[in-house]
């Protein structure tokens, strides 16, 4: 049995998580913004489907992408060079909060609910939350075709989730990002579970202890909470003139 969280209770220790399903901490509290950070800051996410209880997890291994172990193959390396489209940080975060929320395929469903998008758009309100945009030129116009968002607290990048609407659209973004928090000096991203596709990217697991460990420095508030410039990725991969 895992502990059922009231308004007041704290986080159980993520050592207590359930081996199947790997992760599974708690469930119940709320998606406060305090309740939020804190989970974060020990390594614990929030992940469930509309209709079911709250639910946390924080799954052994973890999967984290450390910034400059970002595997870009030749395709997409050449895209970031040559490509026509336009980096922005934060200037459509409901937009790309909306997009990772539609389903996948046809018929499916999704666990970025209308509660969840409501209380990372508050995060966003307070500098936590943040989103990279990738934006195309099509018909005349400039269309967002794809993007991430996530958590920046002290070093450490919280992945939430990614769409492309345009063939390696998320890719772009993230390959921006990842060399956006080189300069900024982060240390990783977490990116919570295990998939082929971040494995391809770089991504790889180390033991959620290791990982927990490294929160106590990584996550540690250097400075406050910020917007982050607009255009502080716009030429981090572009010809110059």
Known sequence: MIPWLTSAHRFPPVETALAEPNGLLAAGGDLTAGRLLAAYRQGIFPWFAPGEPLLWWSPDPRMVLFPNELKLSRSLARTLKNADYQIRLDSAFAQVIAACAEPREAGGGTWISAEMQVAYLRLHDLGYAH?????????????????????AIGRVFYGESMFSQRSDASKIALAHLCRLLEK??????????NTSH???????????????????????????????????????????P
């Open 131 to 151: 989103s990279v945009e990738t934006w195309s030129q099509e018909g005349g116009k400039s269309t967002l075709t794809g993007g991430l968002y996530g958590i």
């Open 184 to 193: 900024r000096g982060f240390t990783v991203i977490d990116c919570q579970m």
């Open 198 to 240: 971040l494995a391809s990217l770089g991504a790889r697991e180390i033991p959620r202890r290791e990982f927990v460990a490294g929160l106590a420095d990584w996550s540690a508030e250097h400075h406050v909470a910020e917007r982050w410039p607009r255009d502080a990725a716009q030429h981090l991969y572009r010809k110059q």
